[in-house]
């Protein structure tokens, strides 16, 4: 739109885009407001749109993720900088790098707290767990929230507990449409695992609570893809995205070596491609903890927002990814050189 078009031209404009079935995504920005359409575009007549009073031009945005990509918000706030997502009082995409850090699954509210201490004195911000397990086995321990509603409630509780204790904000991942709501009262923000990146109702879903979502790339999605499947949640109106790199599928007998194969590269593509941060995790990614140290410290190199580690004070007693969980101590060095590392390139990112 013009610079001085009046909200009763935006608000045409929008009626204009109804008609057509489709919907209209509104950002207002400092100087200017852009409007993107939502939907299936081949039943607009797009050129009809360029002459409608206040706009200044109707430009096609090609790409398949449009309403999270740079091209868009370049065109709103003049800048195309990444935006800071908040989750409760920790920005994500901001300054430094934010570390996301806890157990693979909440097991007793003891194990919880007494990580949550650890993770906490070790510099994390914000503390993970799994109430709900994605799990490729029947017969393996399925989280808490397996057994019950009311475990996964309990369970929740001690996340929140544990989150206002030690002043960490707390997210656990959704793994179906009806554990959303349960979940979404109790964490700051909502994680939607890799085996659920292509599940659009559960993403709709779970966009439609506001809340900020930790969004995995599948392990066999394509860049394409995965942005592709992120702009279901901004669809929704809701551009609190942070993106999650955690690991493809080895190739040959790389599966031999690690769980997946962390793809480095993606992270400074998706930064050049979208104003969404991202953060990688390199414990599913490498499934080794004598790995994590590293592939963190590469990650932060590549230009990563911030990283999701798995912590336990003794990992060889977690009920689930014990082989790929370091301590307290070792996340304190992870994240001590990871900003060292930070600084270093901070100037040079991008
Ligand atoms: C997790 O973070 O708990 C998890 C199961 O990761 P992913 O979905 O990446 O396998
Ligand atoms: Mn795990």
Request: glycine share 8%; hydrophobic share 40%.
């Given at each position: 739109m013009k610079s001085e078009a009046t909200d009763a031209e935006i608000a045409n404009v929008v009626k204009e885009i109804r008609k057509y079935g489709l919907k209209a995504d509104v950002s207002r920005g400092e100087f200017r407001t852009v409007i993107g359409l939502v939907g299936?575009?081949?039943?607009?007549?797009?050129?009809?749109?360029?002459?409608?009073?206040?706009?200044k031009e109707a430009v096609m945005?090609?790409?398949?993720?449009?309403?999270?990509s740079k091209e868009y918000s370049r065109r709103f706030d003049g800048a195309a900088e990444c935006r800071v997502v908040k989750v409760g009082n920790v920005g994500i995409g901001g300054d430094e790098p934010v570390f996301i850090a806890g157990p693979?699954?909440?097991?007793?509210k003891q194990q919880l707290f007494k990580i949550a201490e650890g993770i906490k004195k070790a510099g994390a911000h914000i503390l993970r767990g799994g109430v709900f397990k994605p799990r490729s086995?029947?017969?393996s321990f399925q989280g808490l929230g397996a057994i019950g509603w009311k475990e996964a409630e309990e369970a929740l509780s001690w996340l929140r507990e544990a989150g206002d204790k030690f002043e960490l904000s707390v997210i656990t991942e959704v793994?179906?449409?009806?554990q959303v709501d349960l979940v979404a009262k109790y964490t700051d923000m909502l994680q939607i695992g890799t085996r659920n990146m292509y599940d659009q109702d559960l993403i709709t879903t779970m966009a439609r609570k506001n809340k900020p979502i930790l969004f995995k790339r599948h392990f066999g999605a394509g860049i394409e893809e995965f942005l592709s499947f992120s702009e279901y949640i901004a669809a929704?109106?809701?551009?609190?995205i942070v993106l999650c790199e955690r690991g493809v599928l080895p190739l040959g007998k790389g599966k031999d070596y690690t769980?997946?194969?962390?793809?480095?590269?993606a992270i400074p593509v998706i930064q050049k491609e979208t104003y969404l941060p991202i953060v990688a995790d390199p414990s599913h990614a490498t499934g080794r903890r004598d790995l994590v140290f590293n592939m963190s410290c590469a990650a932060i190199a590549a230009g990563a927002n911030g990283l999701m580690i798995e912590v336990h004070?003794?990992?060889?007693?977690?009920?689930?990814d014990s082989q790929q969980i370091i301590t307290p101590d070792e996340l304190k060095e992870v994240i001590g050189t990871c900003r060292r590392i930070h600084r270093l390139i901070a100037t040079k990112k991008n």
């Amino acid at each position: 739109m013009k610079s001085e078009a009046t909200d009763a031209e935006i608000a045409n404009v929008v009626k204009e885009i109804r008609k057509y079935g489709l919907k209209a995504d509104v950002s207002r920005g400092e100087f200017r407001t852009v409007i993107g359409l939502v939907g299936d575009e081949s039943k607009i007549p797009f050129s009809n749109f360029a002459v409608l009073p206040g706009v200044k031009e109707a430009v096609m945005v090609e790409r398949p993720y449009k309403l999270i990509s740079k091209e868009y918000s370049r065109r709103f706030d003049g800048a195309a900088e990444c935006r800071v997502v908040k989750v409760g009082n920790v920005g994500i995409g901001g300054d430094e790098p934010v570390f996301i850090a806890g157990p693979c699954a909440v097991e007793s509210k003891q194990q919880l707290f007494k990580i949550a201490e650890g993770i906490k004195k070790a510099g994390a911000h914000i503390l993970r767990g799994g109430v709900f397990k994605p799990r490729s086995s029947v017969h393996s321990f399925q989280g808490l929230g397996a057994i019950g509603w009311k475990e996964a409630e309990e369970a929740l509780s001690w996340l929140r507990e544990a989150g206002d204790k030690f002043e960490l904000s707390v997210i656990t991942e959704v793994r179906g449409e009806t554990q959303v709501d349960l979940v979404a009262k109790y964490t700051d923000m909502l994680q939607i695992g890799t085996r659920n990146m292509y599940d659009q109702d559960l993403i709709t879903t779970m966009a439609r609570k506001n809340k900020p979502i930790l969004f995995k790339r599948h392990f066999g999605a394509g860049i394409e893809e995965f942005l592709s499947f992120s702009e279901y949640i901004a669809a929704e109106g809701n551009k609190d995205i942070v993106l999650c790199e955690r690991g493809v599928l080895p190739l040959g007998k790389g599966k031999d070596y690690t769980r997946y194969t962390l793809d480095l590269a993606a992270i400074p593509v998706i930064q050049k491609e979208t104003y969404l941060p991202i953060v990688a995790d390199p414990s599913h990614a490498t499934g080794r903890r004598d790995l994590v140290f590293n592939m963190s410290c590469a990650a932060i190199a590549a230009g990563a927002n911030g990283l999701m580690i798995e912590v336990h004070y003794n990992p060889a007693e977690s009920l689930v990814d014990s082989q790929q969980i370091i301590t307290p101590d070792e996340l304190k060095e992870v994240i001590g050189t990871c900003r060292r590392i930070h600084r270093l390139i901070a100037t040079k990112k991008n």
